[in-house]
């Protein structure tokens, strides 16, 4: 069975502060992950697709890489307009889409 | 920017009634998503749709549930005899290119309340 876990929770950075998200996952075959942003009674938000291991994206502020088994979004001097909670998904082959729990960002000004 | 809405954008409605949300994906997208997230929960995939049928659903989309793309420009899904805990909110999303994974772009969502 697909999972996805993130990590942490909640993270509360100073505006500046660079830190990265956690995202872990187990799938047969991985087709591809992706990065969201979700602000507060609203749609998530389409940041990056991963496809295979190694891979790299990035988008102003924001930094996404993949391994085999989990991916990190990487946050450069974070503004608080960064403030969301950000979500992981993964879709494998034969299995449909499984999201994570999401981390709730808070940059301080 | 082209987007995807979704109508209503809530929707109060009493246990074993019949609901329809509605959602208008981008003109140019093919594949179209339902998805829901219980408050405070994950987000979680419900169906996709390509060429008019079911390309992949999950254990969710049960026989309660329909999708159906009536015209060129809408994409709903109907939830027969609704229950206490199909309260959630309803995700529509949509995405230009396939099979997936291409990136798909939400809708701000149906908040969908039973009583």
């Known amino acids: 069975e697909d999972q996805v876990t993130q990590s942490p929770e909640a993270l509360r950075l100073q505006e500046g502060e660079s830190s990265s998200l956690n995202c872990s996952y187990t799938?047969?075959?991985?087709?591809?992950l992706f990065w969201y942003r979700q602000d507060p009674g609203k749609g998530p938000e389409f940041l990056f697709t991963?496809?295979?291991a190694g891979e790299e994206k990035e988008k102003e502020r924001l930094k996404a890489t993949l391994t085999k088994k989990e991916s990190f979004l990487h946050i450069t001097a974070p503004k608080p307009e960064d403030s969301a909670t950000y979500l992981c998904?993964?879709?494998?082959?034969?299995?449909?889409?499984?999201f994570g729990p999401g981390t709730r960002l808070s940059v301080l000004p | 920017e082209p987007e995807v809405t979704q109508t209503p954008s809530h929707q109060v409605t009493q246990m074993g009634q019949e609901v329809i949300l509605r959602c208008v994906p981008i003109?140019?997208?093919?594949?179209f998503y339902w998805y829901r997230q219980i408050l405070g929960q994950k987000v979680e995939f419900l169906v996709s749709?390509?060429?008019?049928?079911?390309?992949?659903k999950s254990e969710i989309f049960d026989d309660q549930f329909s999708v159906e793309r009536p015209d060129g420009s809408n994409f709903t899904l109907k939830i027969r005899s609704t229950k206490l805990e199909d309260s959630a909110m309803y995700f529509c999303?949509?995405?230009?290119?396939?099979?997936?994974?291409?990136?798909?772009?939400f809708g701000p969502g149906t908040r969908l309340t039973v009583t």
């Open positions: 999303a949509s995405s230009e290119r396939g099979p997936p994974p291409y990136e798909q772009y």
């Open positions: 799938v047969s075959g991985l087709r591809g």
């Open positions: 991963l496809y295979s």
């Open positions: 998904a993964v879709h494998g082959y034969g299995q449909n889409f499984v």
């Open positions: 003109s140019n997208h093919l594949y």
């Open positions: 749709f390509y060429n008019n049928e079911i390309s992949e």
